[in-house]
């Protein structure tokens, strides 16, 4: 009972944190009755899921705030992007990446709207040479098959879309526009975030099982290259439809000029998003 009690506040105040501060997810519990059993769940795999679903629900017009497992998402943002990263400490090859950033400290008020807009332009301005594209080596995908995986991830009742044909770059391979993903039955997303709900049909639940099915052959799908920022030529044009080019609003603040290689904008913008 003490191990299980331990791991249910270690879980819920890690991966799995929600916004009412004092209180955690019942669901958890439901994968501690048997410690035994513990190293079968995919942890890697529901903790990007519940996190997934947070992020949807952030960009409600009626949400405030961001929950789910923020370390991880901070971790990613130092690792690819150097323009955000703070000091960091030597570290062995053994222990955790995430333990060697220094956590800055975070200002209020003016200073804190100050550095959201400097963000918000480092952003705009973001060219391919500011990414490091392979941070982990062209070779993760080898030692973690599963990285390759195309589908759905789970974590409890949620479940949320995974495509590693959407970021190819990662791998040292060209982007190409991605096939059609597996995309929920149905889906309730209001303004509101409390009753952000999407339905999946029963049968995405064999979907992870079924790895050699599931996973996306690199070769075969695209080429290497030499600069993982590399893509095919209709990519941009695709991906235009779909996103948006830029953070900040052209008329939030005095004009600024905007460059005018369709290209280079697909850079300045996707960069967090399809890494």
């Known amino acids: 009972m003490e191990v299980q009690c331990y791991l249910f506040v270690l879980l819920g ?19 501690l009755k048997d410690h035994r059993r513990l190293t079968d769940y995919a942890w890697g ?15 409600r017009a009626g949400s405030k705030g961001l929950c789910g497992c923020l370390t991880l998402l901070q971790a990613w943002i130092y690792e690819y992007f150097p323009l955000f990263r703070p000091s960091q400490l030597p570290q062995s090859p053994d222990a955790p990446r995430a333990s060697s950033w220094i956590s800055p400290r975070f200002p209020g008020g003016d200073e804190a709207r100050q550095r959201l807009a400097r963000y918000r332009q480092l952003l705009d301005e973001l060219s391919a040479d500011d990414v490091t594209w392979t941070p982990y080596g062209r070779d993760g995908h080898t030692d973690i098959p599963r990285s390759l995986y195309t589908g759905p991830i789970r974590f409890s009742d949620i479940a949320e879309g995974y ?12 982007q190409i526009i991605p096939g059609a993903m597996t995309v929920p039955h149905d889906q309730y997303r209001p303004a509101s975030g409390s009753s952000y709900i999407v339905f999946w049909d029963p049968w995405v639940n064999q979907l992870w099982d079924n790895v050699a099915a599931r996973r996306l052959d690199l070769d075969f799908s695209s080429r290497s290259c030499e600069h993982p920022s590399e893509i095919v030529e209709e990519y941009v044009d695709w991906f235009l439809t779909r996103s948006h ?13 905007r460059p005018l290689l369709v290209h280079q904008v697909s850079y300045d913008f996707l960069l967090l998003f399809q890494i």
Request: net charge positive; with cysteine; glycine share 6%.
């Open 13 to 31: 105040s890690t991966l799995f944190v929600d916004k009412s501060r004092d209180r955690l997810r019942p669901t958890i519990n439901l994968f």
């Open 45 to 59: 795999a529901g903790a990007p899921a519940y996190l997934y679903r947070q992020l949807g629900v952030a960009t």
């Open 245 to 257: 080019p830029r953070i900040t609003h052209p008329t939030d603040g005095e004009p600024q000029p």
């Open 163 to 174: 495509d590693s044909s959407c970021c190819l770059r990662q791998f040292g391979y060209r």
